[in-house]
């Protein structure tokens, strides 16, 4: 179901999301599709669990042909649940970001150009993977939502 995507000055946006716990809830599944549906309706390359008003710690992402990015290489819809980031070198990279919590306004961030990211599956498996630049911006601004930070706040 597409869900409201909540707006910045909304103070659910500024909450620490909990980590997922219990991964067979019908919950959590109706809670991944919701989002799955609001992305791509709003055509984002990522929206994190909070924006929709659900305080846990769930992000997805994905690049498609997309007229927000025209530019950057295709990435599968990914689901990352718990998500830890850790910095690979210490490159940093500014460049332009908007967010579907922020309409029509964009900015430039720095944010590290490649990093690691350890988080959960749907299932509750471990995944680890490696990313470098769009993507890896993408997960880092997915990810400070889950810390209440918006990119005006970087
Ligand atoms: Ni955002």
């Not at 992305?39 to 929709?52: C, R």
Request: proline content about 9%; aromatic content about 6%; glycine content about 6%.
């Amino acid at each position: 179901m597409i869900r409201d995507v909540l707006r910045m000055g909304d103070p659910r946006l500024w909450l620490v999301s909990e980590p997922v716990k219990d991964f067979s809830s019908p919950e959590l599944a109706e809670l991944l599709q919701d989002m799955r549906d609001t992305m791509a309706h709003l055509s984002g390359a990522g929206l994190a669990a909070p924006q929709i008003g659900v305080p846990l710690r769930v992000v997805i992402f994905g690049v498609h042909a997309n007229p927000r990015y025209p530019d950057v290489d295709e990435v599968p819809d990914t689901v990352l649940i718990n998500p830890v980031i850790t910095p690979v070198g210490n490159e940093i990279v500014e460049d332009w970001e908007g967010c579907l919590s922020i309409p029509d306004i964009r900015g430039r961030v720095p944010r590290v150009r490649s990093i690691k990211v350890s988080a959960l599956d749907r299932t509750g498996s471990p995944i680890d993977i490696t990313s470098h630049d769009f993507p890896a911006r993408v997960i880092q601004h997915e990810t400070d939502h889950l810390d209440g930070v918006l990119f005006f706040d970087r």
